[in-house]
């Protein structure tokens, strides 16, 4: 796989005390998946002016009140009753499984444990699509255009109908959990599984109540947000703003801290680049097709 000359971002290791250090260089450079670069000591950079190339596909005009990209369609509305039926089910039978061994403790704790793990997940699948393939990538492909074209017009999350946003994320729970609720009967596994499928298909609402306006959200949405239940306002806010690298899960947000002091992400980043050759968006210089664009005057008077 070639990669095409741009202005990119390097983590270069630095001599001083931070061990990932953010350097800016401006070349091109070219690899190849059969030939990986084994060492960062072997890689060859030709230093020259370029152009960023497009990177996203979106279109270039943003959704308007009543585009029927933001509209449900009855099979979104399917796909989000069979994912809360399926979830429901897993929840309901851990619920009866624990009343019938008395066993209440444990299936708390997977519950919890579920619920964490979701908000970890929403950010490394959060990761993943906003930084690696395009619109034709198998399976992904529209949901990375989706997420791309959030960045440049994040305010839209908030127009988009409920079950058109939940839609994909339901679908998938739907496909993982229903075979769980057909063979399992254990009420640890089954409130893992519930609450951990639960919180990733609401991600996308968290993620929509995260772009709103504190005064027009329901007051309990904004008391969840402030005691860090739902990821909240002015943490996705920073999501949104340069260097669009860091707090990226959007389920509580509890991990963005620590994965983003620890730079997990970067990390993995130079490890798919030197094993793959694959560079993420996120090294590259944001692109007006990935910077936010302001709403025009129109696009408010609609509200
Ligand atoms: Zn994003
Ligand atoms: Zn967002």
Redesign the pocket.
Known sequence: MSILPQHNHYLTRSPTHNPWHRKRIICSATTTPTKPKSSPNQLTFEPQFVTPPNLVTSSSTPPVLNDPSLQSTWSHRTWVATGCTTVLVSLAKAIAGAGDSHIWLEPMLAGYIGYILADLGSGVY?WGI?NYGDGSTPIFGNQIEA?QG??KWPWTITRRQFANNLHALARTVAFFVLPVDLVCNDPIVNAFVGVLAGCIMFSQQFHAWAHGTKSKLPPIVVALQDVGLFVSRSQHGA?HRQPYNNN?CIVSGVWNEFLDKNKVFEALEMALYFKLGVRPRSWSEPTTDWTEETETASQVAVQ
């Open positions: 959060h906003d997420f959030h960045h999501h990226y």
